[in-house]
């Protein structure tokens, strides 16, 4: 204060007092805020993280999703769409003459029909003769 | 509560206690900073958002805090880059002269929360009458008994130079109080 008293006395004489009002409790409350703010940022963070994750599996779950129907679909489109007559024709124009038993029993066995009522029941769906199929296999 | 020195607060910083070191560290400096920066911005919400504002910046940053120079001097520095830009702020954002926010400020004086007497509000609006930073350089050396070498630090300025603003300035003051 001693450089004031020439220049500025009435400074130099005035007390020194804080006389800005202060709301109650203020500075045993700021360290807190201020730490929550310092928390918050980082929680801030860690949700944002967490949301992004969440919003990642939703998207990769509706992404798979799609995907399997798009397969699906595709793999569909793939399968012929004749009809039996269409096969029935296919079969006697171009196998005819060249009709193996061992084809037949090989397709039968590629069909894994290992039960004998099963066999019995495609024999009586087909209407094919029984003794005629065993006249031919033997 | 003990008070903690700067070197006790600054190793406790970088240890895994840091969040307690951080708590001792604004309760140590918090009425001094928050003084200095509602003598600058007047308001105490603005003051509390700057100085919110300062202590984050201290905690964000305490891991590039080089122990050569003094954290009473980097607190400082930080308070007031952050009061000087939380001003400039207000300015450019409603496009204000520097005597509007003068009025401003000044107008917040003659409110309820300033409680002095009638020579105590007059110095307060003779201070934001200053340029800026020396309102700065007057607050630190007349309200915080700042040595001059100290706010050399802080501001960057030479002692001479400091000196010289802060005669500038009581005398002004002193011409506005002794004027009516």
Known sequence: ?138 | MAEYSDNELIEMLHSDNSSYGFNLLVRKYQKRIYNQVRRMVVDHDDANDVVQNIFIKVWQNIDKFQANSELYTWIYRICVNESLTFLKRKKTKFFLPIVDIEKELSGKLDSGSFTGDEIERKLQKALLKLPEKQRIVFNLRYYDEMLYEEMSKILTTSVGALKASYHHAAKKIEEILMGD
């Open chain 1, 1 to 138: 204060m001693e450089e004031l008293k020439n220049i500025a006395p009435t400074l130099a004489n005035r007390a020194k007092k804080v006389h800005f009002d202060v709301p109650e409790d203020y500075f045993e409350l700021l360290p807190h805020q201020i730490q929550e703010r310092c928390g918050l940022k980082q929680n801030t963070k860690k949700q944002f993280f967490t949301l992004n994750k969440f919003r990642v599996s939703i998207f990769a779950g509706v992404g798979m999703l799609m995907a399997l129907f798009f397969v699906f679909s595709a793999q569909e489109q793939k399968t012929p769409n004749a009809t039996t007559e269409e096969i029935s024709l296919y079969i006697s124009q171009n196998m005819e003459e060249e009709f193996d038993e061992e084809l037949l029993i090989d397709a039968i066995s590629s069909k894994k029909i290992n039960s004998t009522s099963t066999m019995e029941d495609y024999l009586i769906e087909s209407e094919i003769d029984e003794e005629l199929l065993t006249e031919e296999l033997l």
